[in-house]
């Protein structure tokens, strides 16, 4: 059992970044999903979906490249499970000057930090993107 199954999304991502590869097998969940269909909405993987599995499914996530290097530079789990970090609208963080996203679940669910501010919500602050 993971004790923080979105730290080890971004690790395996990270991993796969490092490593060139077109795409990274996940366990499914619904958050996990959500996330990635984020990272896609902002550009920052090319494709994913949910490959059918006995029990919990495999999200396959494909990476996305520009002239041989990767369009994700980073990814940072921010609210971890020792330590919630929680944040109003207002005191969102923008990554990288706006180049990155920040990734904050919300009563509306999970969305950007530019849907945040739109909308006026706040949430917890799940992971920074660039």
Known sequence: MLTDPIADMLTRVRNAVMNKSDKVDIPASRMKL????????????RA???LKDKKQGVLRISLKYFENKSVLSGLKRVSKPGRRVYVGYREVPQVMGGVGVSIVSTPKGIISDNECRAQKVGGELLCTVW
């Open 34 to 45: 959500e996330i990635a269909k984020l990272l896609k909405d902002e550009g920052f993987i």
């Open 48 to 50: 994913y979906k949910i």
